[in-house]
């Protein structure tokens, strides 16, 4: 089965940086356009970045543009998210998703904290 398991959250003062990894099974990975999505507390669930199946395009949600880079090890069946300059309001629960056949998949998610 699919399976999208998050890591490398964790607590980051401002200005900080964090690697977020997602390493995908049960499925060609290599097939599968990748995305992040974040969950801050009380809002809706917004996509932060997505990657082609060959890393040949990328998109930014307005507010990472120029901080965040998605990108994808296919070999590995990963995907990351770097995060740089991290801000307060990039506090929230970050989720890898992928979508196939008629259906979604999402991950656990891991925690992003960004406070000083």
């Known amino acids: 089965q699919v399976q999208l398991v998050e890591s490398g959250g964790g607590l980051v003062q401002p200005g900080g940086s964090l690697r977020l990894s997602c390493a995908a099974s049960?499925?060609?990975?290599?097939?599968?356009?990748m995305y992040w999505y974040r969950q801050a507390p009380g809002k809706q669930r917004e996509l932060v970045a997505d990657?082609?199946?060959?890393?040949?395009?990328?998109n930014y949600a307005d507010s990472v543009k120029g901080r965040f880079t998605i990108s994808r090890d296919n070999a590995k069946n990963t995907v990351y998210l770097e995060m740089n300059s991290l801000k307060l309001e990039d506090t929230a629960v970050y989720y890898c998703?992928?979508?196939?056949?008629?259906?979604?998949?999402w991950g656990q998610g891991t925690q992003v904290t960004v406070s000083s």
């Open positions: 049960g499925f060609t990975f290599s097939n599968y356009r």
């Open positions: 990657i082609t199946r060959a890393s040949g395009s990328t």
């Open positions: 998703n992928t979508a196939g056949g008629g259906r979604d998949y």
